[in-house]
C-alpha cells in the first residue's frame, strides 16, 4: 500500500510539470471547469474579488491570511510584469481593507528566471508598497536549484525591507547552514517541511528523519524569540511545538501557525482557540493546475475528495 501511494506521489509530481497535459487541459473548456471544481478547495477562486470573499470568511472564523498569486518560471517579460502589477493590486487591496493580510510569491514569477536584476527590480517595487502599507511581504521557497539564487536575493532586500521575509525548507540538508545566516536578518522564517522532488544527496526523505529536523529548528528559531511562522499540517510537529512554548514560557506574540487554505481547517481552529495567533495561505488565478497536483501528491488521499469535488453536479 505504501509502495503504491509512493508510485502516486511520483506520478503525480510528473503529471504537474508535463506541459502537454496542462496545455491539453486549458485547451477543454468542459474538463477544466471541472478539474477546477476540485481545486477551489485549495485556491481563492481565480480573480482577486473572488479570492477575498473567501478571505471574508478565514476572517470570521479568527484567521489572518497571505495571499499569493499563484505562479511560477514565468519566462515572458509581459506576463511578469502584469503579475508584479497584480501583487501591487493585492498590496492596494488589503490597505484599501485593513485586512489582517500579507502577500506571498514566488521570485520566478517576477522575472529573476529571466534576468537578476529585472527580478530584483520587481521584488524593491513590491516589498516598498508593502512596508507603505505596513504589510509583510513572503519570499516562498522554490527548487533546489534556485535555493541560493533566492537566498542571495532575501539578503539584498532584508538590508533595507524589515517587512520582507523568507520561507525555509527543513529537509535541505543545507538548511542548518542555511538558518544561521537568516537568523542574522530582521525578516520572519516560515519554516516548512519541503515539497520538491530533491536528490537524496541534497536532502532528507521526508518522514521521521525530516520530522526530526524540523523539531529542531523551531526549537532554534522560537528559543530565539524570532519572528516566525510555523507553516506545517502535521499534527506531531503542531503538538512538539505547543509543547515546547508552554514548557519554556514562550512568549508568543511574535510567531504563529499557518496552514494552507483548505488542508486540516480544524487543526488550526484549534490552535486559534488555544489562543495563537493563526493564518491560512490563499492562493488565487489561474495558474492553479501545479498547485493542485502538489496539495494531491502530499497527500493521496485527497485524491478521492478532489475527485468528489470535481464530480460536483455531475452525479
Known amino acids: 500500500m505504501i509502495d503504491l501511494q509512493l508510485q502516486a506521489v511520483e506520478a503525480l509530481r510528473s503529471i504537474s510539470r508535463n506541459e502537454k497535459i496542462k496545455k491539453y487541459l486549458l485547451q477543454n473548456p468542459s474538463l477544466y ?3 477546477l471544481r476540485a481545486a477551489m478547495r485549495f485556491i481563492g477562486g481565480e480573480t482577486l474579488a473572488e ?5 471574508q470568511q478565514i476572517t470570521v472564523n479568527g484567521h489572518a491570511f497571505t495571499i499569493d498569486f499563484i505562479g511560477e518560471s514565468t519566462r515572458d517579460e509581459k506576463a511578469v510584469n502584469l503579475a508584479t502589477e497584480e501583487f501591487l493590486r493585492v498590496v492596494s ?26 527580478g530584483h527590480t520587481n521584488a524593491v517595487r513590491i516589498a516598498e508598497a508593502s512596508r507603505k502599507a505596513g504589510i509583510e511581504m513572503m519570499i516562498s521557497m522554490e527548487g533546489i536549484d534556485r535555493t541560493d539564487s533566492i537566498l542571495e536575493e532575501y539578503f539584498r532586500l532584508s ?5 520582507v521575509g523568507i520561507t525555509i525548507q527543513a529537509y535541505l540538508h543545507r538548511t ?14 516560515r519554516l516548512v517541511k519541503g515539497a520538491y522532488k530533491v536528490p537524496e544527496t541534497e536532502a532528507l526523505p521526508l518522514g521521521s528523519k525530516t520530522d526530526k529536523a524540523y523539531k529542531k529548528y523551531i526549537e532554534t528559531i522560537l528559543s530565539q524569540n524570532y519572528l516566525c511562522s510555523i507553516a506545517t499540517h502535521d499534527e506531531n510537529l503542531l503538538m512538539h511545538a ?3 512554548i508552554k514548557r519554556h514560557k514562550l512568549k508568543i ?5 499557518e496552514m494552507l487554505h483548505g488542508v486540516t481547517p480544524d487543526r488550526l481552529l484549534q490552535l486559534h482557540q488555544k489562543g495563537y495567533k493563526t493564518r491560512e495561505y490563499l492562493p488565487y488565478g489561474k495558474e492553479w493546475y501545479l498547485y493542485l497536483c502538489h ?10 475528495q478532489a475527485l468528489a469535488d470535481a464530480a460536483g453536479n455531475v452525479l
Open 33 to 35: 471547469k471541472i478539474v
Open 51 to 55: 479570492c477575498f470573499h473567501i478571505a
Open 93 to 118: 487591496k488589503i490597505k484599501k481593507t485593513r485586512s489582517t493580510a500579507s502577500i506571498s510569491l514566488d521570485l520566478s514569477h517576477i522575472g529573476s528566471v529571466i534576468d537578476k536584476e529585472l
Open 159 to 163: 538590508k533595507t525591507y524589515e517587512n
Open 176 to 189: 542548518k547552514k542555511d538558518l544561521q545566516e537568516v537568523l542574522k536578518r530582521r525578516g520572519k522564517i
Open 242 to 244: 505547543d509543547t515546547i
Open 253 to 257: 506574540n511574535k510567531m504563529e501557525f
Open 295 to 304: 496539495r494531491l501528491a502530499e497527500n493521496p488521499a485527497n485524491i478521492y
